[in-house]
């Protein structure tokens, strides 16, 4: 097997019982710092890469995210999941010509999700959104690559609350070949422990990126997969801007202290 064969097997490992956080570097110094604290596996975030260049999630090209997914998974041993946001096309052929594209960057999974960034119509139509998935699940089979298809369904994003329309959703992304389940920003029990039964015996992942649940608590719910999205990112941003607006408006530096030994991270390595 190849090093991204037994990276993919151990991620389909991983959702096949129990409950694993799979936190979101965005960049390889962070994903490499997730890897040394343990975590079996990882998940790039769109949003929090686009950071890095000083644009807004959504808003970079499909070539800056293969080469992201390369940096990345190159970086680490352990399993990264890919947030391919919609498959970088609209047609589910040209999804399935991306999605070869990202297989072959070392990722052990993906998500393909159904918002189509038109605020006026901001749900792909039914059928067009589950043959988008289809096409995903063909071109993984067809790469020969073995990786973790998620099927997202971003009503909860994108300003369509519908949990009734969500299930519908990501029951028919199972039935069109998603190997695991995902509805970023459900934020309650109840929907959350809905969308598990309605999907079982298929995994669910669950974006924390408040504190609302705990580790403890989704795994008791059902959750087999946890992620935060852009939030580890945010909290990057949080303590950088705080202590620049100091220095910017204070003149002070009261922020620079207790900071961590970043080189001892990577020396030597």
């Known amino acids: 097997m190849t090093g991204q064969d037994e990276r993919a097997a151990l991620f389909h490992q991983l959702h096949a019982e129990g409950c694993f956080v799979m936190p979101n570097p965005w960049d390889a110094g962070s994903a490499l710092a997730l890897e040394q604290m343990g975590f079996p596996a990882l998940a790039t975030s769109s949003a929090g890469h686009a950071w890095t260049f000083g644009r807004a999630d959504n808003e970079l090209t499909l070539s800056q995210a293969l080469d ?12 990264v999941n890919a947030d391919f946001e919609g498959g970088y096309a609209r047609d589910p052929a040209l999804v399935a010509e991306n999605v070869k594209l990202a297989a072959a960057t070392g990722i052990a999974g993906l998500s393909i999700e159904d918002s189509t960034g038109d605020p006026a119509e901001p749900l792909f139509e039914f059928e067009l959104a589950v043959e988008r998935i289809e096409a995903a699940r ?5 790469s020969g690559s073995g990786i973790v298809l998620t099927g997202r369904s971003e009503g909860f994003v994108v300003g369509r609350p519908d949990l009734d329309e969500t299930i519908r959703r990501l ?26 039964d309605a999907v079982s015996p298929r995994p669910v992942n669950l974006l924390i990126n408040s504190p609302f649940i705990t580790v403890a608590e989704a795994a008791a719910l059902g959750v087999r997969r946890i992620s935060v999205g852009g939030t580890l990112a945010r909290t990057a941003w949080a303590g950088f801007l705080q202590a620049a607006a100091e220095i910017a408006g204070e003149g002070t530096f009261t922020r620079f202290t207790d900071l961590p030994n970043v080189d001892v991270l990577f020396r030597n390595r």
């Open 171 to 196: 029951r028919a992304f199972a039935e069109a070949g998603a190997d695991c389940l995902y509805a970023p920003r459900i934020d309650s029990t109840d929907q959350i422990a809905a969308i598990v």
């Open 138 to 142: 063909q071109a993984i089979d067809e």
């Open 68 to 79: 992201h997914l390369r940096s990345v998974a190159g970086a680490v041993a352990i399993p």
